[in-house]
């Protein structure tokens, strides 16, 4: 039997073959598995399921659990058998994704080098001499490589993105606990997330909305005020030019390059001070923090002398010696600096933060010759997310020297998808084509001065609100143009004599809904529209003692083409 699955299989298993890049995998379902379950998906779809990543192939880091393949952290010796798939492999394979299977790591999902595995150090995707950047450096390069159309990563200190960036590959690293980790082997557990690796923003941000949207029993949802988008034009903060200095000239240069993008897509730029962030980063690898990692493994470690990677083992071990009083401390620490953080934001009034994704591109020999110290700069920005409760997508912004420059876009928890659309403004793709990330979201109908361009539509995008799609009410409808400040129309609905009338229909968080209704001056009304397709959906309306005198312009089918028209006679 054949179909968009097995296709799609046959192509990941000729892209795995013809790559020959054998330490990008740990464990791999064999050919006639992956076909067979390719078939069984097909014939599904032939008997009509709803399966929205059907045809669409993926591997998971292997820290994640995937039921008939072990689990390893890329440690032989570590190595189990999983009863099930973790609830993020289920909520994928229920959608019809097809997993091909697990890819190679730093050691448990220590370091952000991609080197340290006894299966080998997975090389870059575009200069094999160069690092591919970790710990998902085997789900990284297995997209990067067309291996596969998106994989499941790991980041707490920058996992999801780092790797993203040096192999030209988005990462979408969502608000921490908004995807279960269950089924995955911590690495700190107050901090760690599952992220996503794709070939650009919207299908990074379908893989991470079936994700998000089958929540288990240790997830976040998205809270009445999520943001559901960017305003008009968006605020984006950076960092002084000091603070990249140390960065390749080159580097520099596409950075500004991605700045003046986005400013000249509409969006304010804002200089913001870093160093809240930085010392916050700072945290998590120099302060008692690490203590989790020798929680998570480090008795295992203790009792397994000479099976863990060497850098591993020791940056494990010495985690030991944390107490619990210096634990203590650094909570307090990163509480104050979570409040100079949030001050700072407030004060610059961003809607996003972009910064390089990463400091450099070493190579494999500098990596060997300071494992340490490249891993510690390579993280820079990167170490204070998880910390300070943010999210970000890791987005390619422009190639040196034939190698890829990428920048993230971060913000604060929930807003996952204003970063998502300030990273296709860098991208250059244009508005999402696939279904998205859903925050709670209630829709309003506009017909007037609340279009998108006319005067009064900043009181939806201040609110964050997003075009859901244009249409035209029931044809039982008429349109008056008022006489108000500014001019606006008003609707209503008529027992016979109607006719349909074009709109936009708009989602906000239910908390941007109860405010913007709650400023709606009269003669206008939030009530029901009906719409041309037999749905409803709440929208503006008039009161009836306004339209005395007023114009009727129900012929001109909305308010757009009526003002278009210049007219200024009464129409019958």
Not at 68 to 91: E, F, K, N, S, W
Not at 407 to 434: K, T, Y
Not at 525 to 530: E, K, N, S
């Amino acid at each position: 039997m054949t179909g968009p699955v097995a296709d799609a299989a046959a192509r990941a298993l000729a892209a795995i073959a013809a790559a020959d890049r054998p330490e990008v995998w740990i464990s791999r379902f064999s050919d006639e598995e992956i076909l067979a379950a390719a078939s069984s998906l097909d014939a599904r779809l032939a008997a009509g399921h709803v399966l929205p990543l059907a045809g669409l192939t993926f591997a998971v880091k292997d820290n994640i659990d995937v039921r008939g393949l072990p689990t390893t952290a890329a440690c032989p010796a570590y190595a189990y058998q999983p009863a099930d798939h973790a609830p993020a492999v289920v909520a994928l394979v229920e959608a019809g994704a097809l997993c091909m299977g697990k890819t190679n790591l730093d050691q448990f999902a220590t370091g952000l080098v991609g080197t340290r595995s006894p299966y080998g150090a997975v090389r870059n995707a575009i200069d094999p001499t160069r690092i591919s950047g970790g710990s998902s450096s085997g789900s990284a390069v297995a997209v990067a490589l067309d291996m596969v159309d998106f994989s499941l990563g790991t980041d707490t200190a920058g996992s999801g993105r780092v790797p993203a960036a040096l192999n030209g590959i988005v990462g979408f690293k969502a608000t921490y606990g908004l995807v279960s980790t269950t089924g995955v082997i911590p690495a700190c557990r107050s901090f760690d997330c599952v992220t996503v690796f794709a070939r650009d923003v919207d299908r990074a941000e379908s893989v991470m909305a079936i994700l998000t949207a089958n929540v288990a029993h240790d997830q976040r949802s998205f809270p009445a005020d999520a943001p559901l988008g960017p305003p008009d034009h968006p605020v984006v903060a950076h960092p002084a030019a000091a603070l990249l200095a140390d960065l390749p000239l080159s580097w520099v240069t596409l950075y500004q390059e991605a700045l003046a993008q986005l400013e000249a897509q509409g969006c304010q730029l804002v200089e913001i001070d870093l160093e809240p962030f930085l010392a916050a980063g700072r945290l998590l690898y120099q302060g008692a923090f690490v203590a989790e990692r020798y929680h998570a493994v480090g008795r295992w470690i203790d009792a397994h002398p000479g099976e863990a990677d060497p850098t591993v083992g020791a940056i494990i071990g010495a985690a030991a010696s944390v107490s619990a009083a210096d634990f203590a401390a650094d909570l307090d620490r990163l509480v104050a600096a979570r409040a100079l953080v949030e001050a700072e934001w407030q004060r610059v009034g961003a809607d996003s933060l972009v910064l390089p994704t990463t400091t450099g591109h070493p190579t494999l020999e500098e990596v060997a010759a300071d494992p340490i110290g490249v891993n510690t700069r390579l993280g820079q920005f990167t170490t204070f997310l998880n910390l300070l409760d943010q999210c970000a997508v890791a987005v390619p912004a422009g190639r040196a020297a034939g190698l890829p420059f990428g920048v993230s876009c971060i913000g604060p928890a929930f807003s996952d998808r204003v970063q998502a659309d300030v990273a296709r403004l860098v991208e250059g793709s244009g508005p999402a084509r696939l279904p998205q990330l859903s925050p709670p979201a209630l829709s309003i109908a506009v017909v007037g001065a609340h279009l998108a361009g006319q005067p009064l539509h900043h009181q939806l995008s201040d609110r964050g609100a997003r075009l859901v799609r244009v249409t035209s009410t029931a044809p039982s409808y008429r349109l008056y143009a008022l006489d108000t400040v500014p001019p606006k129309p008003g609707l209503v609905r008529v027992a016979d004599g109607g006719a349909s009338i074009t709109l936009e229909v708009w989602e906000l968080s239910p908390a941007g809904f109860g405010d913007f209704v709650a400023h709606v001056p009269a003669p206008m009304a939030i009530g029901t529209v009906a719409l041309q397709d037999g749905s409803s959906v709440s929208g503006f309306l008039c009161e009836p003692f306004a339209l005395d005198g007023a114009l009727d312009i129900t012929d001109y089918g909305g308010w757009v083409a009526y003002l278009r028209s210049g007219a200024t006679a009464s129409v019958k």
